[in-house]
């Protein structure tokens, strides 16, 4: 059983057990659309008489079953709801706004955006530079927004009055305060049901005389008693999709007695969905069956309340949105989303001897009017609506791939992607539906140099195989010759793909790196200076000569603190900012020491500033940065080189004259296992060989490089040239194309699916996102390995030094004390390995403050290796005789 909406109706059908010839059609109904004088056929009795003629015309049995449960017009949501999940065609015979959701919808109503052209083509045709709106309800203000829109761009001013319904005064208050605005041009959008009573209060204000234009929207005008109106002089026009008098003729060529079903019906009277109502069940059942095997239908068990989806409810509207048939409501033809699309409005205008027609607006040719002896086309003739396309491309990111999804898709539906897009894009805006086909060996086309004949796409395009052409498709010169092209929907040119280049390993005296050499030796040279400098001060400083004996006020001699040794240590304390027990006394040695640490605060501060930063600076060794150096150091860095076999991208170096371009032309005519069969292939040895290098247009390259992190693009675009939908040499429709694509790229329409596909989509953007959450990585050791090793080296020189200075002291010592050299050095050696002690012997030593030597106070050498004194001096102890 399929489920079908028809207006407010949950239409459903299904092949009875008991009669395998009989197909019973049930509908359920909106109850309150079913009031009505007996003089208006209702909804019943027109899907009673759809049934009646489908049987009629196909030779099936079709019986209708109705029945009124619906309440309010939401309820068609959840008919869609249902629909959808069984997979079943969906049919409404009302107004809808706004592009399809659904995939199951058919509408058979005209749909929105093709009315508005029609209303806005009447409006220039009757030159309104200005007009007042009335509407009745948000419905019909939605309904008229479109309008509201065309007519601002083209700077109609349009004032917008809602028709208020006032106590006694009805509708009388709204017309009145026209009245009073001196507005001669009037639109009404209004139900059916309050139209006559709107004219009629609008007669009684005096809107309704030879100074007043009316257009109205309503397609049921002629349904309504215009009599009292016919007289009033007022230019009243409108339209209808409903000619009665077709109507007519159709119902004699049925034989249809028009008691059989309502014998006070007045087929005048019929309103627009009532006819929609029984064409769409006359066209569903031609549907199925003349498309739909009958066999089939009563296999199947497919109720509301079974988990099955339908089998045939998608091939039903597929068939319905594809085929056109003529009915009731004239010549019935859809849009890909399901739409009415193709069809006749007859331009109608009220006399005085009754409706008149005065010209037709057809959704492919415009407005056509008679009456006014001119004709008015808002369509070119080379117009798309309505047409069907056989749109082949490739399965090549990210223009067309295969959609991911765990539900089994059909049609279209199977495919996403940017091409994809595109075409979806440019059907809106034309009206055009479509149908994609792959080629499955991935060739987008290249012309055979013996026969002439070409291959891929271009070819399939050539022999009519398909209407156009779309993917990653180079528009050349020798491509035009075969075919034509759209302007180009994307620019692009070729560049080098390869991998990112390696980071050089850190130097050894990374640590130097945040000062130039010529820094450091000035930085040395100023080291050495101020070293001096002090040491000189120092000594011509006469307060910097201390006394070395606090204890003796008047001592033999005076020392300086500034030695050339105690200088330089000074100069190095300030400058690793460590200071020293050294403390400048004279002034001008204190106005030298303060400048020395201003100038290295300023030193140190810039070292410290820059360290970090070139310390977790990488520096990359680069193969090549363009294609010049790419040829330049082919042998040095054995690179490869390669494109796509028999693409745009090789053809375009065997053209050139360039030295560097014949160059590698001829490496790849003589390595062909370099090429690539498709260009995912280049990529993927790219990303294996660091000194590979795959030659791809610019566009492809950044898809590419937004998905694998380890490869980039290198160098200027070699060439520039674009990407274009191809089509038969001499297409009428090559110029309405081109002018669809540069209005979605002035639109950004272009720019918003580009971004969706190579930013977004399919795993985009995970490059870009890795380097914006990069942190400072940490500082490996062999970012500072010349620290560690410098620290060594000269912690193993001190103790080269200390070891020597030991050496050369006790020899010194040796000397002075005449004590063997070997066992002076015992003597050393015993007390530095004395770890429970900290005195030691102190060898060959004079008393301080006392006499120059202890010879000369008699002392024996037997004190020699006595302790040295706690305070310095060897106190004199004489003997005196009693």
Known sequence: MWCVNVLLVFLTFFVLGQDPTEIVFGGVFDENLESGDHSDLTDQEAFKFAAYLASKENGLRFKAITETNFNHAEDVNIVQSI????????????????????????????????????YFAILKMSEWKRFTLFYDDNESLLRMGDLLNLAKDDGIVVVLKQLDEVGDGIYRTSLKEAVRSGETNYVIDCNIVVLEEVLRHAQQVGLLTSHYNYFITNLDLQTINLEPFQYSEANITGIRIVDLSNELTYWKSQGIIRGDFNPHFDLSKMKTETALLIDSVIVLAKVISTKISFQNLTTDDDSCDSLKSSRHGYTISNHVKTSKHSEMTGLIEFDGNGFRS???????????????????????????????????????SNSLRNRTFKVITTLTAPYTMLRETPTQLFGNNR????????????????????????????????????????????????DGTADLAITDLTITADREEAVDFTSPFMDLGIQILAQKPKNAPPSFFSFADPFALDTWMMLALAYVIVSLSFFIMGRLCQEEWTNPYPCIEQPEFLVNQFSLQNSAWFAVGALMQQGTEIAPIAVSTRMVTGMWWFFVLIMVSSYTANLAAFLATENPIHLFTDVYTLVDNMEKNNMRLGAKANGATESFFKGKNDSVFKKIAKYMKTHPEDMVKENKDGVKLAEDFNNYAFFMESTSISYETQRHCSLQGYGKLLDDKGYGIAMRKNSTYRKTLSMAILKLQTSGVLDDLKRKWWEEKRGGGQCSAVRDNDKTPPLAVQNVQGVFFVTIGGTILAVFLVIAELLISTYKISKKTKIPFKEASSIEMRSFFDFNSDVKPALGDKSKCGSKSSEGTGTS????????PQYGFIPTITKEKL
């Not at 065609?89 to 093709?114: D, L, M």
Request: net charge negative; proline share 3%.
């Open 83 to 118: 629909c959808d999940y069984k997979d079943t065609a969906h049919v409404v015979n009302k107004w809808v706004y706004g592009p399809a959701e659904h995939r199951t919808i058919i509408n058979f109503y005209p749909h929105s955006s093709y009315l508005t052209q029609a």
């Open 342 to 380: 193709n069809f006749d409005l007859d331009v109608i205008t009220l006399k005085d001897n009754g409706i008149n027609k005065i010209g037709t607006w057809n959704s492919s040719k415009g407005l056509i009017t008679v009456g006014h002896g001119a004709k008015h086309s808002i369509k070119a």
């Open 415 to 462: 495919f996403e992607g940017f091409a994809i897009d595109l075409i979806d894009e440019l059907g809106k805006m034309e009206g055009f539906n479509y149908t994609f086909l792959i080629r499955e060996d991935m060739k987008n086309g290249a012309k055979d140099p013996v026969t002439g004949q070409w291959s891929g796409m271009i070819g399939d395009v050539m």
């Open 861 to 868: 050498n037997n004190n020699l290796l006595a302790p040295a």
